[in-house]
């Protein structure tokens, strides 16, 4: 018999020490995680931390809360070294398109290319 009828899963969990060292990592705030976005992003996640959060409100149910924010969590992660992901926005355009990126294309349009 199951003590609550079906599986619990925690996705989340509070720590009332203080955070220390890498601002990304698991569990990391909204507010760290934007600041980690390129520029062009922010309205994006924006968008998405809005919704998942009246999402929240709505159903009392914080998973998809913490699935957006982990979500925008790794790819601030990516991000925040623009040269790097831009070189990986990059190797992934050219990877999955079979040609070259011209050097000098905009990262947006590299981006598209990528799905990125």
Do not use: N
């Not at 705030?29 to 996640?45: H, Q």
């Amino acid at each position: 018999m199951t003590r609550y009828g079906d599986r619990v899963t925690a996705l989340w969990s509070f720590d009332e020490q203080p955070r220390t060292g890498d601002p990304l990592l698991p569990g990391a705030t909204p507010a760290a995680i934007r600041d980690a976005l390129l520029p062009e992003d922010k309205t994006e996640f924006d968008t998405a931390y809005q919704h998942a959060l009246a999402g929240a409100r709505r159903d009392l149910e914080l998973t998809e809360l913490f699935r957006c924010l982990e979500h925008w969590r790794r790819v601030a992660l990516l991000q925040r070294d623009p040269d790097r992901f831009a070189s990986i926005a990059r190797r992934a355009a050219e990877r999955l398109t079979g040609a070259p990126v011209p050097a000098d294309e905009p990262l947006a349009q590299t981006r598209r290319r990528a799905g990125l």
